[in-house]
Nanobody, 125 residues
Framework: QVQLVESGGGLVQAGGSLRLSCAAS?????????MGWFRQAPGKEREFVAA????????YYADSVKGRFTISRDNAKNTMYLQMNSLKPEDTAIYYC?????????????????WGQGTQVTVSS
């Protein structure tokens, strides 16, 4: 079993920055896991934000965050990050991290096996 715990959310003004972290643990977790970030705003479906492959050498972003957000991971710490810059009010949502035991990058929510509990990000205008 794998446990994922997000942190780093909060309230920020438009144009500001936040860095989210996702700490992974569990007997079976290793660097051979693809990971990703998703978000869900009130009244909307969960949407893909960014994904990273097992090594960190391959990343993929939703068009809405490309150029503003950066996904990364530190396998020595079993932690994934999402650096969010130039935040906009429309970025307000609960952000979830996810993991799947596979080598290549994964962008579809239905393909992930493990999910964190989420962290709230609120961007004020």
């Amino acid at each position: 079993q794998v446990q994922l715990v997000e942190s780093g959310g909060g309230l920020v003004q438009a144009g500001g920055s936040l860095r989210l972290s996702c700490a992974a643990s569990g007997r079976t977790f290793s660097s051979s896991y693809a990971m990703g970030w998703f978000r869900q705003a009130p009244g909307k479906e969960r949407e893909f934000v960014a994904a990273i492959n097992w090594s960190g050498g391959d990343t993929y972003y939703a068009d809405s965050v490309k150029g503003r957000f950066t996904i990364s991971r530190d396998n020595a710490k079993n932690t994934m990050y999402l650096q969010m810059n130039s935040l906009k009010p429309e970025d307000t949502a609960i952000y979830y991290c996810a993991a799947r035991r596979t080598i290549p990058i994964v962008t579809a929510a239905r393909q992930y096996n493990y999910w964190g509990q989420g962290t709230q990000v609120t961007v004020s205008s």
